[in-house]
């Protein structure tokens, strides 16, 4: 199969990185919930070769992100395993999780249930960064992200922007506060909780 490649995971990657190079500088062991092609993955773990960066996805997607992988040959990306977040979890815990695009492509069950699953898989100090749009107090933050909501409802009726306030409160109960949500390119957002409980 040809690799995979994913255009956005080009242009964000850099502003994700340099947000990610001072709340993960003391991280060691990222768990990345939703790897897709693992283009993030090989980017990042070069660029902060401290951390261990664990790829996850869907059994589908794990040729395409070892073909990244294998291909970067780097000592701190572990192969990569199957997670699918209404089934079994890792029994490792990791001082910070990665998510990039996925809540909207989830059903709300499913988000419910990777915050579930938080605090059985992170330390006490652990970081959660989460990347994609987000609504706020239930509106849209620009006209771009209304099409792309209704974009993804064609797609399947599970799928939307969140609330950022309906996923603090699942954050706030996996015990993590909100400490940094930054603007990103093409209407996106970088939210940052920490683990206090």
Known sequence: MDKPSAPSCERNRDPILEVLRTHFADRRQVLEIGSGTGQHAVYF????????????DRAEYLPGIRQWLDEAALPNTPAPFVLDVGDAWPAE??????????????SWAEVERLFNHLARVTTDDAKLAIYGPFNYDGHYTSESN??????????GEHMRIRDAEAVDALAEAA???????????????????????
């Open 45 to 56: 773990s070069a660029a902060m070769p401290q951390l261990q960066w664990q790829c996850t």
């Open 93 to 106: 815990r990791y001082d910070a999780v990665f998510s990039a695009n996925t809540l909207h492509i989830m």
């Open 146 to 155: 209304a099409a792309f909501d209704d974009w993804l409802q064609a797609r």
């Open 175 to 197: 015990g993590f506060d909100l400490v940094d949500d930054i603007a990103m390119p093409a209407n996106n957002r970088l939210r940052i909780w920490q683990r206090t409980r």
